[in-house]
């Protein structure tokens, strides 16, 4: 019994002696699924060369990625444009912070009942997103194609009580931004994110009926806190996000679905 207590308890000094130096060589990173979690895990290689073990936590909505960063639940996290994140700050009294700059997902218009955006009839419904981030870059698409007109088309926070012009009587529908795919066969037109629309099986280079244009001002990057942004960790994984292994692979699985920012 001594001589299996005196085991046990050297296997434990030893463990808990490693486990700080496994832990700081770790990054833990939320993401969504598709294009964030799917670009990570080709970094991941490539940043366990410098050293450093990256863990992806994936998740299906906007919320919780930046709630448990806040808490200190994960290091870092993937999945969302800068004026999505100011409006986080802003409402939540938070203070996360842009690491890098890695993609743009050209945001998009689609339909299952219609071909064309000309065909879209007098009176049609339409569901965006509820967020005011993504719910503004809906609308922007919109006024720039000519179906609506916004008090400030350069607003990037334009909510449905700044359209000052709706001449084919569009009729709005706010949900939550995972939801807006399931809607396709309910509705006359849906505003989807990209990594949403992929994960649904659209191809937004074909299937969207409008689709912004490669200046697309709504980059998505890598985000921390003001206390791990200095992190050698962080800024390796940061290089590694925009190492040229990262575009080739960007550029050979998206097909212009998804562009490199850098």
Not at 10 to 22: D, H, N
Not at 141 to 165: R, Y
Not at 218 to 247: C, F, M, T
Request: proline letters at 7%; hydrophobic letters at 40%; charged letters at 20%.
């Amino acid at each position: 019994m001594r001589l299996l207590f005196a085991t046990a308890l050297t296997l434990f000094l030893l463990t808990g002696c490693s486990t700080p130096k496994e832990d700081g060589q770790t990054l833990r990173v939320a993401a969504t699924a598709i294009p964030h979690a799917e670009i990570l895990k080709q970094a991941k290689p490539l940043l366990a060369k410098e050293g450093v073990d990256l863990q992806i936590k994936v998740f299906a909505d906007y919320v919780q990625p930046n709630t448990q960063l806040v808490e200190k639940n994960i290091d870092l996290n993937y999945f969302q444009t800068k004026p999505y994140l100011d409006t986080f700050n802003r409402e939540h009294g938070a203070h996360l912070v842009t690491i890098t700059g890695v993609h743009i997902e050209p945001f998009g218009a689609y339909s299952h009942k219609f071909k064309s955006i000309d065909q879209l009839p007098d009176g049609a419904s339409v569901t965006i997103p509820n967020d005011p981030s993504n719910g503004s870059r809906a609308l922007l698409l919109l006024a720039k194609h000519g179906l609506i007109t916004l008090k400030d088309p350069s607003n990037e926070l334009s909510t449905l009580k700044d359209i000052t012009a709706n001449p084919k009587h569009l009729q709005f529908r706010e949900l939550e931004a995972a939801m807006l795919p399931r809607t396709l066969d309910e509705v006359d037109l849906a505003l989807i994110n990209t990594n949403y629309a992929l994960a649904a099986g659209l191809n937004p280079t074909k299937d969207a009926l409008l689709i912004e244009d490669r200046n697309s001002p709504y980059v998505n990057y890598l985000v921390g806190r003001p206390d791990n942004q200095n992190d050698p960790r962080v800024q390796k994984l940061a290089k590694v996000l925009n190492s040229p292994e990262i575009r080739a692979f960007i550029e050979q699985k998206y097909h212009g679905a998804v562009l490199p920012a850098f």
